[in-house]
């Protein structure tokens, strides 16, 4: 099931970040062998009650002059509008109401986004409540006062978000058919892959209506089953600074692949693997998603028998932290292989929803361990007792031992392997929780 998405908008020096590292605490997943994605803070999961959002910062850089501070703001707040579902605005009880922020709260208005307006800084709400009604100027609703420095009102503010929050994403009626993110670089070819479905004889369009978000989310029936594509690619903004125009297309890659059931990570066969490949490609695994590498422009390259074994090599040596990803060589342009991808997608959203009983699951476990004996750490030896599925997107196992710190990460290696072997799961990453029975 996809995660609301909240976007935190705000002026230079009002408390985005504070705001953010409060609410994200240590609860941000780091992926060590993940490069790049999760050094910086720009996303982040945030569980309130029995809700959990993707939380994203969508301040980058800090402008150096005034007057392109309100442009840039506006540049965060469009990227909210398209992308998040429930927006916290967030103004600075000391700095008081500007007119940028004015500016801001009539743009959030007019796109009928659900909107929740903070003010921060509000570290003694005797002496600063005065301030705070000024903000209903603003006219999105009541200023909600909070201290991000102090956690102060964290808990009144998550209320009103996740009161925003959509029903149910997967009782919309479309829940049920497979949504397909595609990622990549710019020029690998994802929006002719996209134009290419649409052209197909075989391929029914029809264009999904409704909120800005799903504006870029194309129907696609192929061999009588829909598949629904969400594309990236019509997304790219002209920016001046390269570190927002990253950020920008970060967040872009978080929120489509979040609401995506499989991602094709597209890369271009005539260029090659590259660092940036596994960037983008690091977003999908660390959400947990099913993924397809779909090599792209096979058609415009020169081969001979080793071609495709050389590429696999290289793809597996980059993006060595996926080694489940499916790899397919297609034509955007050509069409080829385009029946295989969607085999591929099929297998895939099969895998990420497979269980495996307990029962069978427990004797792969106990051959294993009879093959290779569970690690010891200063005479004591780890004891498995048993591993059970507890959930599928991804499929999620927990292993019961008897001291959590005898777990050593090479192990559940080794158990990974043994359960691809024995059950595959190609495609879809594998999570395993180690727990201690008391
Ligand atoms: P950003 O530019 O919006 O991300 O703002 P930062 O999170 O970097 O915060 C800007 C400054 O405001 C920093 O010096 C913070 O310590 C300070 N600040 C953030 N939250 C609070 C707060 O709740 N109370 C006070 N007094 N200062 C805060
Ligand atoms: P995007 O930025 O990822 O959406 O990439 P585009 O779809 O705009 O494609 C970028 C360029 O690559 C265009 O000039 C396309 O014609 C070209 N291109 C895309 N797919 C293929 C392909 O399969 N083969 C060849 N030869 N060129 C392609």
Sequence with gaps: M??????????PNVGKSTLFNALAGEKISIVKDT???????????VTWLDKTFTMIDTGGIEPDSSDIILSQMREQAQIAIDTADVIIFITDVHQGL?????KVADMLRR???????VVNKVDSVQKFMMDVYEFYNLGI????????????GLGDMLDEVI??????????????????????????GKSSLVNKLLGEDRVIVSDIAGTTRDAVDTRVKWQGKDYIFIDTAGLRRKGKVKEEIERYSVIRTVTAVERADVVIVMIDASEGVTEQDAKIAGIAHERGKGVIIAVNKWDAIEKNDKTIYKHTNRIREVLAYMPYAELVFISAKTGLRISRMFETIDA???NQTLRIQTGVLNE????????????????????IYYMTQVAVKPPTFVIFVNDKELMHFSYTRYLENKIRDAFGFAGTSLKFIVRERG
């Design 2 to 11: 996809s995660k609301p998405v909240v976007a935190i908008v705000g002026r």
């Design 35 to 45: 490069p790049g994605v999760t050094r910086d803070r720009i996303y982040a999961d």
């Design 98 to 102: 500007v007119d940028a922020d004015a």
């Design 111 to 117: 796109s009928g986004k659900p909107v929740v307006l």
């Design 141 to 152: 609703g009541e200023p909600i006062p909070i201290s991000a420095a102090n956690r102060m």
């Design 163 to 188: 009161k925003d929050f959509p029903e149910d994403a997967d009782t919309e009626q479309d829940g049920d058919i497979p949504k397909i993110a595609i990622v990549g670089k710019p020029n690998v």
């Design 348 to 350: 895939v959203i099969e």
């Design 364 to 383: 792969i476990l106990s051959e294993a361990v009879a093959m290779q004996q569970p690690p010891s750490d200063k005479g004591k030896r780890l004891k």
